[in-house]
């Protein structure tokens, strides 16, 4: 998170814990260090991308 383009790092943990919130995200802690999140793509957000995925191959169909 060191990158600033994305935000202060307050400002990325509230984005992220508002995903999880909303069961866009999962948080998979790390067994090398506990300190460290893997945000993962939860169910809601799998089904919203294979709708959108869908949408846009059908419009390059065209």
Known sequence: MSDSSYGSPA????RIH???ALGLVTL???AADSRKRLVV???L???YF???AKVLRKTAAR
Not at 11 to 14: L, R, V
Request: charged share 15%.
């Open 18 to 20: 508002q995903l999880v």
């Open 28 to 30: 998979e802690a790390q």
């Open 50 to 52: 294979a709708t959108v």
């Open 45 to 47: 957000a799998m089904t």
């Open 11 to 14: 400002t990325i943990h509230k």
């Open 41 to 43: 793509l939860g169910k």
